[in-house]
Structures are given as C-alpha cells and as structure tokens.
C-alpha cells in the first residue's frame, strides 16, 4: 500500500484525506499492525487507482486458482470423528 501511496505522490496524511480513513489508521496498515477489511481494501484501491490485487502482498509467491472445477463442496480431511459411545458400555 505504501508503494501505491508513492506512486500518487501522496503523503501519508493526503492519503489519509483522499481516501477518507483515520492517518493513524492508514499509519498502522502501512506498517502491518492492522488489516484492513475487504471492502476497505477496494476503497483503498480505487483512491489510488490501482487494482486490488496491487494492494496486497502476494506477488509472485502465489499461482493463480482455476475455480471452474471447484467442487460444490470441500474435500474431507483426516478420519471422520468417532461416534459418542453410550453410557454403560464400554
């Protein structure tokens, strides 16, 4: 996010003023100490006229997921839970 910040000149406190949120807020999204929610994340992108994924922090460490084939429903992991036992038998 700072990057994008730089990028329009801004400073922290113009920021702070063209997107509308707290400058200690936008202070502590810089540095990492919060994050920021994701329809926080779209308003930020859109006053620094950059794309979302511009904002985070993913770079190259990530491949793309194809969700056509997802299925409707996740995979079962691990061993299903055992059943309760019954009181009295053991």
């Known amino acids: 996010m700072r990057k994008a ?3 329009k000149g801004w ?6 003023s063209a ?4 400058y200690r807020y936008l202070q502590e999204l810089e540095r990492g100490v919060r ?4 329809r926080m ?3 930020l992108a859109q006053a620094f006229d950059v794309r ?3 904002l985070l922090d993913v ?7 194809d969700l056509s084939r997802a299925k409707a429903t996740p995979p079962k992991r691990g061993r ?5 036992k019954k009181p009295g038998k053991g």
């Open 5 to 7: 910040r730089w990028l």
């Open 11 to 16: 400073t922290q406190q113009e920021a702070a």
């Open 19 to 22: 997107t509308g949120i707290n």
């Open 35 to 38: 994050n920021p929610s994701l």
């Open 41 to 43: 994340v779209f308003d």
């Open 52 to 54: 979302v994924v511009d």
């Open 59 to 65: 770079g190259e460490r990530t491949k793309p997921v």
């Open 80 to 84: 299903k839970p055992s059943k309760p």
